[in-house]
């Protein structure tokens, strides 16, 4: 299908992110080669969209602007409440749209201490900035680039989960050799992927700070990371708030697909797609061009 929106003048092409990979909740995050790309067009929405209003709104706030309506344009192919940070590609990329709408350039300090503000979590939002992986916090988060070598492979239900939801379930406080399991777990990952040693993570996936207070809204959670670990991957987990599986490998990356899509079917979830991706290690990106395979997709 013609695209009406092919004589806007350019796009930000935002990529798909993974948070958390188990133990690092709120401080990890990695970007994936699966992108949306937002535009902005001045005028009111067709529809009144209150998401993309409350970002313009907060972009005139902190550029000290007058407020203007902007109608959000979204094509592309990460799809929305599955943990795979689309609501991050929408709010980073409205940002960096309305900048370049108002003949700025990207400015990724700002784009990520205000797209944050927005998420009111780090992890999606920094790692779609500036591509790679990366440990959140502070002014300067640690990057790393992730090896073409590198499969991801996601086990996507279609059930949709609200971060907000799954943030809810969680307990006020946790069990001191929680955290620290916690604690081993993340600094072991941290270490193998700025090394890009990443065989040296294997084992160290294992969460007690989220996973399992989670675990009631993607049945079959524990038994699909432990398949696709069975299977050869290196680790698995819940991506972000869920309910998509991710399993990290260097190969066996179709086995690993089955073994967790079987795990999901078992307990129930008939619907799963299963995707095999790399690594983005860009970022956001401002280009000219949308390209055919993106399609339009909700925000
Ligand atoms: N760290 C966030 C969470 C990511 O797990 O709630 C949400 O995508």
């Not at 970007?31 to 790309?37: K, T």
Request: contains cysteine.
């Amino acid at each position: 299908m013609k695209s009406p929106h092919l004589h806007l003048p350019f796009w930000i092409r935002v990529p798909a992110t993974s948070a958390n990979l188990g133990p690092g909740f709120d401080a990890f995050g990695l970007a994936l080669d699966l992108h949306n790309y937002i535009a902005v067009e001045p005028g009111a929405p067709e529809v009144p969209d209150p998401f993309a209003a409350e970002i313009v709104d907060a972009y005139h706030k902190a550029r000290g602007l007058a407020s203007k309506p902007y109608r959000l344009v979204v094509r592309g192919l990460v799809p929305p409440a599955r943990g795979l940070g689309s609501s991050a590609t929408i709010r980073l990329g409205m940002l960096a749209a309305l900048d370049k709408l108002n003949k700025r350039n990207l400015d990724l300090p700002w784009l990520m201490e205000t797209a944050t503000a927005l998420e009111g979590h780090p992890d999606n939002i920094t790692a779609a900035t500036l591509g790679g992986f990366v440990v959140c916090g502070g002014q300067k988060p640690a990057r790393a680039k992730i090896s073409s070598k590198l499969k991801f492979v996601a086990a996507i239900p279609r059930i949709e989960t609200s971060t907000r939801t799954a943030r809810s379930l969680l307990p006020p406080s946790v069990a001191f050799q929680d955290a620290v399991l916690n604690l081993r777990n993340s600094a072991r990952i941290a270490a193998a992927f700025l090394q890009e040693k990443y065989e040296e993570a294997r084992g160290a996936f294992a969460d007690r700070l989220h996973q399992p207070y989670r675990a009631a809204l993607v049945p079959g959670l524990e038994d699909a990371i432990q398949s696709a670990e069975k299977a050869g991957a290196i680790g698995a987990f819940l991506s972000g708030a869920g309910p998509t599986v991710m399993a990290i490998c260097l190969k066996s990356e179709s086995a690993i697909g089955q073994a967790m899509t079987k795990a999901l079917h078992k307990a129930g979830l008939e619907s799963v797609d299963t995707k095999v991706l790399h690594a983005d290690n860009s970022g956001v990106q401002v280009v000219r061009f949308l390209p055919s395979s993106a399609r339009e997709a909700r925000c």
